[in-house]
């Protein structure tokens, strides 16, 4: 019950700390893997104190989470190609909008990896839960 | 004496001593592991300059070597992901042979 | 016992190939220019953070190939979660 209250009030607090070093990983320490596995604690908390019925749906679809971050990250790459002339050029030169971006999307990826994982393993081990 | 770089490498060996002795499969993945920290630990040490600060801009005017530090970015994420791997075949050779130890995969023999 | 003195003669013949990395201090560098260039050219990327600078605009081709080796291994270890389950359900 303590568990289970502590969990449910701290999780947005996590998701929301995530968030944060993700987008300011350009001007303060942090970035997207920082902010991914930030994003991916607040989750797996979730997944701890009340079971896997919770994120069913979270990790029912993870797989396209993850795939959406993969492509994205090669959409991305094309257009620095299109626009700026070689693979992965800033889009508007001299301004944060590359490295906004693809935290953005880096955090998504690996927010989703370690959610994925975290989900099989505990599957493995929780039968019931 | 004894800073960052010596104990680096000194836990990349205990790990491949580690890898080499043990029979048990979740063991090698764990060596693995300490592999990886070793790597971590020598690569943020190379880039260390003494009395340097944190590679921002605004900080301190001299700052450490910032590109071991980003392929380290790099290095955690892969390490995360090859044992999560490695795991994750390991428990469906468990499920095939009922046991953990690599010489049974192998029909028995040393 | 003989396996044992084995692979200790194998991690010091190791060691001693790596020894001139066990006895490195932080005084003695390589000189890198590398990072000069990172250092002088920032301001093109608008970051303040160096690290993020370089992970995410001069070596962005880097950082794509390490996400598609996460990729992989990801989906390698959701479609192993897969089969188990099928497994379980025959």
């Not at chain 3, 370089?54 to 992989?72: H, N």
């Amino acid at each position: 019950m303590i568990v289970k209250t502590a969990g449910r009030a701290l999780a947005p607090f996590i998701l929301l700390s995530g968030v944060y070093v993700a987008s300011f990983g350009f001007l303060s320490p942090g970035g997207g893997f920082q902010g991914g596995i930030l994003l991916a604690s607040g989750v797996i908390l979730i997944l701890v104190t009340h079971g896997r019925k919770e994120v069913h749906r979270l990790a029912e679809n993870i797989d396209w989470f993850e795939t959406f971050g993969a492509f994205s990250f090669l959409v991305v790459g094309l257009a620095g190609l299109v626009l700026g002339g070689y693979f992965f050029s800033n889009l508007i030169p001299n301004t944060p909008l590359m490295c906004i971006i693809l935290d953005m999307v880096i955090a998504l990826k690996v927010f989703a990896g370690t959610v994925a994982v975290f989900v099989y393993f505990f599957g493995l081990g929780v039968n019931e839960c | 004496m004894l800073n960052g770089l010596n104990v680096g490498m000194l836990t990349i060996l205990v790990g491949l001593y580690g890898m080499t002795r043990t029979k048990n499969s979740v063991k090698m993945i764990m060596c693995l592991g300490v592999i990886g920290s070793g790597v971590i630990l020598f690569f943020v040490s190379v880039g260390y300059v003494t009395g340097a600060g944190v590679p921002i801009l605004g900080h301190q005017a001299e700052m450490v070597d910032p590109v071991p530090h980003t392929v380290m970015l790099t290095a955690i994420v892969i390490d995360l992901a090859t044992m999560a791997l490695g795991l994750a075949l390991v428990y469906h050779l468990y499920e095939e042979y009922g046991t953990l130890d690599v010489t049974d995969y192998l029909g028995g023999e040393d | 016992m003989r396996k044992d003195l084995l692979t200790l003669l194998l991690i010091f013949m190791i060691a001693a190939l790596l020894l001139q990395g066990l006895q490195l201090s932080y005084e003695d560098k390589a000189d890198s220019e590398i990072d000069d260039y990172y250092k002088e050219h920032q301001s093109r990327t608008g970051s303040d953070n160096l690290v993020e600078a370089i992970l995410l605009d001069f070596r962005a081709y880097d950082t794509f190939g390490e996400v598609m080796v996460l990729y992989v291994a990801i989906a390698g270890v959701i479609i192993l979660g897969k089969t188990l389950k099928r497994r379980d359900d025959r």
